[in-house]
């Protein structure tokens, strides 16, 4: 579909769900694979899949994304694409949420994304050129549900993070946008959630869930030759969703 031949790609959360999807469809593209997770088992596993390579990563933990960084760049010289999609979604609600339940779901959601492009974007910046995209949410910006309120702050915030970084990159080649998903079928969303297809389907116009690999072909996208002049934007991947339907009166 898009042509990414020998592209270095690193992919945060790439060991399961939306992740996985996206390390399949990049691989799919020709891009070599980082798979960065803390899940050791289904991230070797996904690397092998995508003829990758997998590194332990804990978004929480800077020294060792900056060490896991430094030794793609040792080894392939350049990281071309980072698809930064770590995330959580424990529902909580407001009057049960402790200071350190809204910490674990900020610092994995949040400032994971801040530990993770930091030292990616310099990298990028030397070599002039680089492609990355955030997974956000549609509880972002326009959605909600009980228990989701830390959820969609840490998503709005990456795409408040997400323009300002495009500023940041766009003198040197760099294009940084965000996907917002709905309800994309994976293990964590039926797990934390509750949400099974055959019910969540019922919800969406296109009449079923999202697949990983539809958010990676968004991925894909923009990280393609095709994506190059488009930067600081968020597209919405649902199924039609988010669309409010004329009231029939
Ligand atoms: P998932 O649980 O299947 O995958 C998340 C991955 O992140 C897992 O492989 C997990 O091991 C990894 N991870 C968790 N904590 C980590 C840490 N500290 N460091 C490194 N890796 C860590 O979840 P998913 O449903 O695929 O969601 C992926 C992303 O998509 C999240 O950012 C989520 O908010 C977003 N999203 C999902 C949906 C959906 O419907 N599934 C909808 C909108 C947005």
């Not at 590194?55 to 430094?70: C, E, F, G, L, R």
């Amino acid at each position: 579909m898009f042509e990414l031949k020998d592209k270095i790609a690193l992919v945060t959360g790439g060991a399961n769900g939306i992740g996985n999807g996206i390390v399949k469809t990049l691989a799919n593209a020709g891009a070599r694979v980082m798979v960065c997770d803390i899940d050791e088992q289904a991230g070797e596993t996904a690397a092998r899949d995508a003829g990758g390579e997998f590194y332990k990563m804990d978004v929480t933990d800077s020294d060792n994304i900056n060490d896991v960084v430094q030794k793609i760049i040792q080894k392939h010289n350049r990281i071309d694409v980072l698809a930064a999609n770590t995330g959580i979604y424990p529902e909580v609600s407001i009057a049960d949420m402790t200071e350190a339940d809204w910490e674990k779901i900020q610092n994995i959601n949040l400032k994971g994304i801040f530990f993770t492009v930091k030292p990616v974007l310099a990298a990028m910046k030397n070599q002039n050129y680089g492609r990355i995209i955030l997974t956000s949410s549609i509880t972002g910006d326009i959605t909600g549900y009980p228990g989701g309120s830390i959820y969609g702050a840490t998503k709005a915030g990456i795409l408040g993070f997400m323009r300002s970084a495009a500023l940041e990159g766009a003198p040197h080649n760099i294009t940084v946008n965000s996907v917002q998903p709905g309800m994309i079928a994976t293990e964590s969303l039926k797990k934390e959630l509750g949400v099974l297809s055959e019910q969540g389907a019922k919800a969406v116009p296109m009449k079923r869930l999202g697949e990983p690999e539809d958010i990676g072909a968004t991925v894909c996208f923009f990280a393609s030759e095709e994506a190059k002049y488009i930067t600081g934007q968020s597209l919405v991947v649902d199924g039609g969703q988010i669309l409010p339907e004329t009231p029939d009166v």
